[in-house]
């Protein structure tokens, strides 16, 4: 695997603009649900099993990291607030290269191996978030 800087080719998807428009839209939708003071979405595993899903707690991560607290985003989710981290720091860049129109960061030439290692890792990462929401159940 190697990183790569490509043009934006004439009738290329546009990953940095359309990505950078769902997060942003999905972060201002959030900010106006709260605002209005609209009910907080339950999670239906959850009400159902009573153990929390692979996802509970991301939105109370999302709104304590938007208030600065990043302790209790790590404690409502960790694994969620590593992506809206990196969410975050992916909108920078999307911002950066759009405005300067420059050239895009491209992961290419992927190994099996390497393909196999990030899909292993993924599935660990999950699964050890996991392993924390359920022992952190009391909080839900």
Known sequence: MRV???????????????WL???VT????GA????????????PF??????PCLTCGAARCAIALAHGDFFGAWLWNPLALIALCG????????AVVLIALAPR??????????KNAVRLTVVV?????WIFLLSHRTQF
């Open 46 to 51: 959850l009400a159902v099993t009573g153990y």
């Open 4 to 18: 790569a800087r490509r043009r934006m080719p004439a009738a290329g998807f546009d990953h940095e603009l359309v």
């Open 87 to 94: 969410v975050l720091l992916f909108d920078i860049y999307a």
């Open 125 to 129: 990462l999950i699964a050890v978030n």
């Open 105 to 114: 960061l491209r992961l290419v030439d992927w190994t099996r191996r390497e």
């Open 32 to 43: 106006i649900w709260l605002r209005l003071g609209l009910p907080t979405l339950r999670c």
């Open 21 to 23: 428009v769902v997060s």
């Open 26 to 29: 999905a972060a201002l939708g």
